[in-house]
């Protein structure tokens, strides 16, 4: 079965760095595009980035030029490095994966279960 | 870049009723516009792809519709478990963007 497990948030403080990973399993990872989406404490989810199965990246005119979606197909893992972190960065974020194997970025079809970000002084 | 807007951004209805929720695209999207469930603390869930589309395994009183820039989803007919906020949010190229949400309770 499909398994998506986010780690690697924390507290950090404004323009400080920090880099998310998620492991993947039960699927062949190096086939599918992946996405970050993010949720503010008791806000909507907002999408942040996609990478496609062959490493085209895409990103929300939010986090452009400050956050950086790759992958590790040996590793089975996507990351999201994230530097000149604001305040307004602080959520939970989740990876999720693309519908579709080999495909050009569509909709998540599996979640994981997030890890928060907390961006304060 | 696409915008996206739902209405209402929240309802309370009573239990059997029927519920609309609108999403609306800026520009044209065609059909690719999906729904998700989203259960407070819980993660996301699909409902609905190809703006009309069940996943499998959602109950059938969730239906879409629409195609271009006026979407709908509809409950026709509300249960306890349907407590939720529902997001749409359109794929037919990046940005992903999300709808704001509309929660939905019970009156």
């Known amino acids: 079965q499909v398994q998506l497990v986010e780690s690697g948030g924390g507290v950090v403080q404004p323009g400080r760095s920090l880099r998310l990973s998620c492991a993947a399993s039960?699927?062949?990872?190096?086939?599918?595009?992946m996405h970050w989406v993010r949720q503010a404490p008791g806000k909507g989810l907002e999408w942040v980035a996609f990478?496609?199965?062959?490493?085209?990246?895409y990103y929300a005119d939010s986090v452009k030029g400050r956050f950086t979606i790759s992958r590790d197909n040996a590793k089975n893992t996507l990351y999201l490095q994230m530097d000149s972190l604001r305040v307004e960065d602080t959520a939970l974020f989740y990876c999720?994966?693309?519908?579709?194997?080999?495909?050009?970025?569509?909709?998540?079809?599996?979640w994981g279960q997030g890890t928060l970000v907390t961006v304060s002084s | 870049d696409i915008q996206m807007t739902q209405s209402p951004s929240s309802l309370s209805a009573s239990l059997g009723d029927r519920v609309t929720i609108t999403c609306r695209a800026s520009?044209?999207?065609?059909?690719?516009l999906v729904w998700y469930q989203q259960k407070p603390g819980k993660v996301p869930k699909l409902l609905i792809y190809?703006?009309?589309t069940l996943q499998s395994g959602v109950p059938s009183r969730f239906s879409g519709s629409g195609s271009g820039t006026d979407f709908t989803l509809t409950i026709t007919s509300l249960q306890p478990e349907d407590v939720a906020t529902y997001y749409c949010?359109?794929?037919?190229?990046?940005?992903?963007?999300f709808g704001p949400g509309t929660k939905v309770d019970i009156k």
């Open positions: 990478i496609r199965y062959d490493g085209s990246k």
């Open positions: 039960g699927f062949t990872f190096s086939s599918y595009g």
């Open positions: 949010q359109k794929y037919n190229s990046a940005p992903f963007t």
């Open positions: 999720a994966r693309d519908r579709y194997d080999y495909g050009s970025g569509s909709y998540c079809d599996f």
């Open positions: 190809a703006a009309s």
């Open positions: 520009q044209g999207i065609a059909n690719y």
